[in-house]
């Protein structure tokens, strides 16, 4: 087998590292953490997560948990973000949440321990030369970002900018103001803390997001921020009612103190950690100045002694214009050996960048083995996200989560369906057309290379 490069140990570089060394290959993997540290990672761990500690949905009619089923299926013995996820999980309603510290150790100790695979623990300058991966996400070198666009023969790369949610610590917070339950008791039905707000209240704390202190230096008004990752000041000046039909919803969470009685709004709090010792303010993603956030955050009733143990911030990401410059399966033009990987695609979303990491190890494979590469059809989620990447209009190229409106339509059949009776269907002929795939391109890895 041959000697590979991956260079980014975030959650998919690390997956394609571990998943070409299933596969029998040598790899080295480059990480410049610590030597070189980010603006938003505070460890030097493997597969470090810096924003939401959930993995979202694994219910199979779900778009996210139809992307894991793809994933477990194509990856050598599975996924092995999956598998450290779920031996690091904490409740979390349907989805699936994990302890982030626990689960960057479990990844970092898996990899590390692989014979397989040398961590090297350095900047990588330039693209390297011979078969790899870069996976390198949203937060790329400034070195690196320069090859990059050197080979690309772009004089910018494309960006936006990313907030973060503050975390809050459970001691700190007012238990008898706040109640746990889960939306329309799903989970465990008291998966998060809510804080219910009348309207007196919400109205006050809309008036004071849409006038607190931002952090200047930026041109905030001409920022393409993620629509899924919206700062919550910047969804306050959209309406003053915005909120209340977002992260700040009333409905399916009932008040116990107020005798049942529904909520103006609630903030959601979800764990950060199994012991529940750290909460995260659901949504609350914000470019307020830290004092701001102080003041501000502490309105809402149970946190006004809230200790902020994270604050929210912001960060740039930068992705590359894929369907102007990249192969199908997400190559250099010129070099089908060197494969680009996670967010820095244009994918949104942990599983989404860990789908193209395992895709992209799949198919770094075949091709140092003779082989094409090959793409999963359209008709499946993880076929779906890779055609959106590869046909999507080059002048209006934005990141992308996995839904199913990536999915070719049914074809045949009532023309009219509900949407359960619909998903259905759709996850029917996904796992169908996945597997069929995988056998016609001989992708089933039984058994994972020896470890010898």
């Given amino acids: 087998m041959a000697d590979v490069t991956v260079v980014g140990g975030g959650l998919s570089g690390s997956e394609a590292a571990y998943q070409l060394a299933e596969r029998g290959h040598h790899v080295t993997l480059y990480e410049m ?47 092995l973000l999956l598998a450290c996820a779920r031996e690091s999980r904490i409740p979390g309603g349907t989805a699936l949440t994990v302890d982030r510290i626990e689960f960057a150790g479990r990844m970092t100790a898996a990899i590390e321990a692989h014979p397989r695979i040398r961590v090297a623990r350095e900047e ?22 320069l090859s990059i666009r050197r080979a690309l023969g772009e004089d910018e790369g494309l960006s936006f900018f990313d907030a973060i949610a503050p975390v809050v610590s459970d001691e700190s917070l007012d238990k008898e103001t706040l109640f746990a339950a889960s939306r329309w008791g799903k989970g465990e039905g008291d998966d ?15 008036h004071e997001l849409k006038n607190g202190e931002e952090h200047a230096g930026h041109d905030w008004e001409n920022v ?34 107020w005798d049942g009685k529904r909520a103006h709004a609630i903030v959601q709090l979800r764990r950060e950690d199994r012991a529940g010792q750290m909460w995260n303010l659901v949504g609350f993603q914000t470019r307020l100045r830290i004092p701001e956030q102080k003041r501000i955050f502490r309105m809402i009733p149970g946190l006004q002694d809230a200790e ?23 190559s250099l033009r010129g070099r089908p050996e060197l494969i680009f990987a996670g967010q820095i695609t244009g994918v949104e979303g942990y599983t989404e960048s860990t789908a193209v990491g395992i895709l992209a190890a799949a198919n770094l494979d075949r091709i140092v083995r003779g082989l ?30 996995s839904n199913f409106g990536l999915l070719d339509p049914l074809e045949g059949g009532p023309k009219k369906l509900k949407k359960e009776a619909r998903r259905e269907l759709l996850v029917e002929r996904a796992r169908a057309d996945f597997g069929a795939w995988m056998d016609a391109h001989e992708l089933r890895v039984d058994e994972p290379a020896a470890r010898a």
């Fill in 308 to 330: 902020f143990l994270r604050w929210g911030s912001i960060h740039r990401n930068t992705y590359l214009n894929f369907p102007a410059r990249l192969s199908p399966h997400g």
């Fill in 124 to 145: 990588m300058a330039e693209l390297p030369a011979g078969p790899a991966i870069v996976a390198t996400g949203p937060l790329t070198s400034d070195a690196l970002s």
């Fill in 224 to 257: 393409p921020y993620f629509e899924g990752c919206l700062p919550i000041e910047v969804m306050a000046h959209r309406g003053d009612e915005t909120l209340r039909f977002g992260p700040m919803k009333p409905v399916g969470l009932p008040v116990p103190q």
């Fill in 33 to 79: 953490r610590p030597v070189k540290g980010t603006p938003a990672h505070h460890t030097d761990k493997l597969g470090e997560i810096v924003c939401s500690n959930t993995f979202k949905s694994e219910d199979p009619q779900n778009a996210h948990g139809l992307l894991k089923l793809e994933m477990d299926e194509l990856g050598a013995g599975g996924s």
């Fill in 192 to 206: 998060y803390l809510n804080a219910p707000m009348t309207r007196e209240e919400y109205e006050a704390f809309i």
């Fill in 372 to 401: 094409d590469p090959a793409v999963p059809p359209p008709t499946t989620m993880m076929g779906g996200l890779m055609r959106y990447l590869r046909d999507s209009d080059p002048k209006h190229f934005a990141p992308m989560n």
